[in-house]
C-alpha cells in the first residue's frame, strides 16, 4: 500500500512533509478546510443552542435569562403539542423516504433507458428540482384547493359530484403533503441513485445474461447490492431532511387544521419566531437533533465501514 | 445496464409518466403567468389562458430587478457549488482512503451540522455575518451555503470514491505520483458522475435557499432569487400571474443547465475506465 | 522616567478624547442617515412614504432616510425582524409595524419609549382616535405613534340590493335572511352571500372576535387578563357554521384568505363582504374588476341586542431601542404622525386617518368621499387583544377558528381550547 515507503526520504523536513506526507498529516491537510468552515458558521451557533436550551430565556418578557437546568427538557416531555409535532414528524418520515426511494428508483432506472431522445426524460426528472421548495409547496396548495384546484376539477369533470376539500381534512392534508414531498424530492433521490447506476460496469450484466438470469433476478442481484452505497447515501439525506420538513407544511395548510399537520421544525419555528420562546425552542431542536442521530445512527455506521 | 421494462410501448408509456411528473407544475406555472388574476378564480377553472397576455412579465421585470436578483443568485450559488465540491473533495478523500482512526465520528461530526433547524441557528450565524462586516455581500451566504452542502457533498462523495478500486491510484502513484496528484488526476474524473451530483445538488441548494437570503442580504443588490420572488407578494395578496411569471424566468436557467449537464451527469463517462 | 512616561501617556489620551469627541460632534452636524423598515407589501405604501421621508429631509438638511423592506407579508417581516431584534442590530432606526406588534414588541425591550422626545403620552395622544391612543401606550409609555388606520367594513353589491329590494340588513341575522333572499332570486350557483377570512391568517383573529364582540362581550379586561366568555364564543362560531349550512357562506371558507375575498368579490361572485380599507380602491380600480360602480359600504352588522363593533388595523411607527440615532429618528416619527401627513395620505392614497378631525377636513372629503361613510366605522372600532405574548394569543386564536370552520374541531372544543391555552398566557 505505502508506496511512499519507497521513496528516499532525504530528511523530515517541513517541505518534505507536505509534499510527501504521512497518513496523519494527510488526513489533518485535507480535513482542514471543512472543519475551520464548520467552526466558523456552525460551532458558536450550535454552541449557544444547545446553551440556550438549559434557560427559561424568553423575549417577551424582556430577554432576560433564568437558569433552569433540565426543566425545559422535562417539560419537553410532558408537552402534548411537542408529541404531537413529533408524531407528525416521524409519520412524514415513514411514509416519504421509502415512497421518494421506490420512486426515485422507478424514475432513476427510466432516464438510464437508451432512449432516442434522452432530454425530454432526464429534464423531466431533474425539473422539479429547478422549482424552489417553498413555490412547490404552494403550488401543489393551489392544485388542491378544493373549488379553484386542477385536482378536484378533473374530479368532477369524471363525475364526481362533491369533491373532498383535501386541505380541510387532517387525513387528507397529511397525504397531500406527503405526495407534494414525494414529488419533489424523488428527484432527488433519482439523482442519486442515477449516478450510482452509471458506475455499474455493463460487464456484470452480460455476464448474467450468458448464465440465464432474468432481468428481474439482474435486477435484485446485480443493481441492488452495487448500488448499495448510493442508496444508504440517499436514505440518510432523505431522512434527514424529513425530518426537518417545514417548508412544503408551513405554505400548504401551516399546520392546519388545527395542528394535524404541524411538523416539529413548524413547531420549533413557530415557537423561536412568534412565540419568541428562545430558551424552550432550543429545547426543541437540541430534540430534535438527537432524534435525528438516532435515526441515521445505524445508517452511518454502515457507511464508516465500507472500505 | 438492462432494464426491466420490457418493450418499446411499456418503456413509451413509463416515459410520458415521467415527463408528465415532472413537467405537469412547470408548465401549469407557464400557462399561468399568461393570466389575468381574476381569471384564476373562474368557475369552472381555465387551462389555457383565456386571452394570453404578457403583461404579467412585463410587470415582474419593471416593477423589481428580476435580473440583478437572477444574477445574484447565479453568482452565490456557484461560488458555493465550488467551494463545496473543493472542500467536500478533500474531505471525502480523506474519509474513503486513508486510515484514518475515527472516521466514522469525523463523518458524523460534518453530517450532524445538517441536523439543526436552520431557524434555530439564524441568529447566530446573523451575529457572525454582522462581526465580520459581511452582511450584504456574497461571501454572506455563500460561506453558509457551504456548510450546509458540505454533509451531503462529502457523503456522496465518500461513497463514489470508496467504489473506485484503489489499484488505479496506486498504479498512478507507482508512476511517480503524489498522492494529492492521484486523487486530483484519477480518483476525481472517475467520479465524475459523483461529483456532478454532488455539484447539482449543492447548486440548486443554493439556489434555493431562503431563510438565510432572507435574513443575511436584505439590499436589493446583493438580494437572491427566491426573496425576491417572495417580495411580489403584497400583505393581501399572492398575485400568482406574476409571480408565475417570476418563476418562469427562475426556472429557465436551471432547466437549461440541467439540460446542458444532463449527459455528464448520466451520460457513460466511466464505462470505458470500469469495463472488464 | 515612569513618571514623565505616563504623563504623556495621560496627555496622549486626552488630546485623543477631545479630539475624538470633536470629531464625532463634527460628524454628527454633518451627516446622519435614518433606516427605515418597512414591508414592501403594497398596504404599507412605501412610495407615498418616500414623499414623507423627502419633505423630512428637506426641512432637516443632513438627514437621509433610507427605507429596508424585509418582506412583503407581515409573516415575513416577523421573520426578519425576529432575527435582526434578537442580534440586538443597530442598522434600522425606525420601525412600521402592525397595529398588534407593539405591545409585544415594547415588551421585548425592542422599542424605544417616545416619552422623553414627544412628551406625556396623554397629551401627545389625545388628538388621535382613541383605539389607537390605547394601542400604543404600554405600561404608560408610548411605544409607537399611529401612522395611518385600517378597519375591516362590510362591502355589498349595491345593485342587487336594490334589484330585489332589500335593505341595508343592520344585525347579522338581518344579513344572513337577506342575502339567502337574493342567492335564491338570482338562482347563481356561485354567488356567495357573504365572504368571510377562515384560513389560519391573522384576519382569523377578527373572524372569532367580529361575532363575539357584537354580543356586548370582551376578550379581556384592562390589565390584559383573559375575561373569555365561552357559551358568547360558542355562539359566535355557530352563527358563521348556520350561515355556512344555509348556503350563505361558502363550504371551503377555512381556506379563503384576504385576497381571495377581494378577487371573488371582484368577479362578481360575492353578495356581501368583511374586507380591510384597502379593497375599496381594487374594486373600484382595478381593470379587471366587474363590480366597479356597484359597490357600497357599511358598519358591520350587530347581533340583536349586542352592539356594533369592528377589527381595526393600521400601521405604526416606532424607534428602535438599539438605534444609535433616537433624538433624530423620534423627529422623523412625529414628522410622519403629524396631522398634515395623516391628511396627505388620506387625500393621496386612500390610506384612513388616525386623527378623527382629519376625516371631515374638506380637502380629504373631496378626495375620497367614501371616508365619511367609513369614519364611523373606525371609530367604533376595537383592537385586538394587547399583549407582549400576541404572538402566541394569536396563533391559538387564529389556529382554533380555522379549525372549527373547517368543521374539525366543534365550537365547543374549539372555545374550550382557546380558553386553556390562553388563560396562561393572558393573565
Known sequence: ?307 | MKSIFEGPALRLIAAAIVVVNGFFPAVWILLTSLKTETELVSKPITYLPDNATLANYVQAFTSQPLLKYLGNSFIVAMASTVFSLLIASLAAYAIARLNLKRRQLILTCIIASSMFPLVTLLVPIFETMRTLNLLNTYTALVLPYVVLNLPVCTLVLVGFFQSIPKDLENAAMIDGCTRMGALWRVVVPLAAPGVFTAGILAFVNAWDEFLLALSLNSNPNFRTLPVGISLYQGEFSFPWPVISAALVVAIVPIAVLIALFQERVVGGLTQGGLKG | MKRRQSMITAALSTLALVAGLGASTLTHAQSTTLRVFSGSGGSQRPDLMRKLYDQFQAKNPGVTVEVELGGATSELQRQYLSTVLNAKDPSIDIYLIDIVNPAQYYGARWLEPLDAYLGKPADVMKPYLPVYATSNVIDGKIAAMPGFADAMFMYYRKDLLDKHGVKEPATWDELAAAAAKVQKAEGNPNLQGLSIQGAPIEGAVCTFLLPYWSQGKEFNDAGGKLTLDKPAAVKGLKQWLAMVDQGVIKKNVAEVKTGDTVNEFKAGQVLFAINWGFAWDRFKDDPDSTVKGKVGVMPLPTTAGGRGATCVGGWQWAVSAFSRNKAIAAKLVQHLSSPEASKFLAAEGSLLPTYQSVYTDPDVVKAVPWFKNAAEVVVAGRSRPQSKDYGQVSDVIRTTTSAVLARTKTPEEGAAEIESRLTRVMR
Not at chain 1, 408551513?250 to 413547531?267: D, H, I, Q, R, V
Open chain 1, 1 to 307: 500500500m505505502s508506496t511512499h515507503q519507497e521513496h528516499p526520504v532525504a530528511g523530515t523536513t517541513t517541505w518534505d512533509r507536505l509534499r510527501d506526507p504521512s497518513e496523519k498529516t494527510l488526513g489533518v491537510m485535507l480535513l482542514a478546510p471543512a472543519f475551520l468552515l464548520l467552526a466558523l458558521i456552525v460551532v458558536y451557533p450550535i454552541g449557544k443552542l444547545i446553551w440556550n436550551s438549559f434557560f427559561d430565556l424568553r423575549l417577551s418578557g424582556g430577554g432576560e435569562a433564568r437558569f433552569v437546568g433540565l426543566e425545559n427538557y422535562a417539560l419537553v416531555l410532558r408537552d402534548a403539542d411537542f408529541w404531537n409535532a413529533a408524531g407528525n414528524t416521524v409519520l412524514i418520515v415513514l411514509i416519504t423516504v421509502p415512497a421518494a426511494l421506490v420512486v426515485g428508483m422507478g424514475l432513476a432506472l427510466l432516464a438510464n433507458l437508451p432512449f432516442k431522445r434522452q432530454w425530454p426524460v432526464r429534464l423531466a426528472l431533474l425539473l422539479p428540482w429547478a422549482l424552489p421548495l417553498a413555490f412547490a409547496g404552494l403550488i401543489f396548495a393551489w392544485f388542491f384547493h378544493s373549488e379553484h384546484g386542477v385536482v378536484n376539477d378533473v374530479l368532477r369533470r369524471l363525475g364526481g359530484n362533491e369533491p373532498q376539500m383535501w386541505l380541510l381534512r387532517p387525513n387528507w392534508a397529511f397525504a397531500a403533503i406527503c405526495l407534494t414531498i414525494v414529488w419533489k424530492t424523488s428527484s432527488f433521490m433519482a439523482l442519486i441513485l442515477l449516478a450510482g447506476l452509471q458506475m455499474i460496469p455493463k460487464s456484470l450484466y452480460e455476464a448474467a445474461e450468458v448464465d440465464g438470469a432474468t432481468k428481474w433476478q439482474q435486477f435484485w442481484q446485480i443493481t441492488i447490492p452495487m448500488l448499495m452505497p448510493s442508496i444508504i447515501v440517499a436514505l440518510i439525506f432523505r431522512t434527514i431532511t424529513a425530518l426537518q420538513t417545514f417548508d412544503i407544511p408551513y405554505t400548504m395548510t401551516k399546520g392546519g387544521p388545527g395542528n394535524s399537520t404541524e411538523t416539529l421544525a413548524m413547531l420549533i419555528h413557530k415557537t423561536t419566531i412568534d412565540y419568541l420562546d428562545v430558551g424552550y425552542g432550543s429545547t426543541l431542536a437540541v430534540c430534535m437533533f438527537v432524534l435525528s442521530l438516532l435515526v441515521t445512527g445505524f445508517y452511518l455506521k454502515h457507511i464508516g465501514k465500507n472500505a
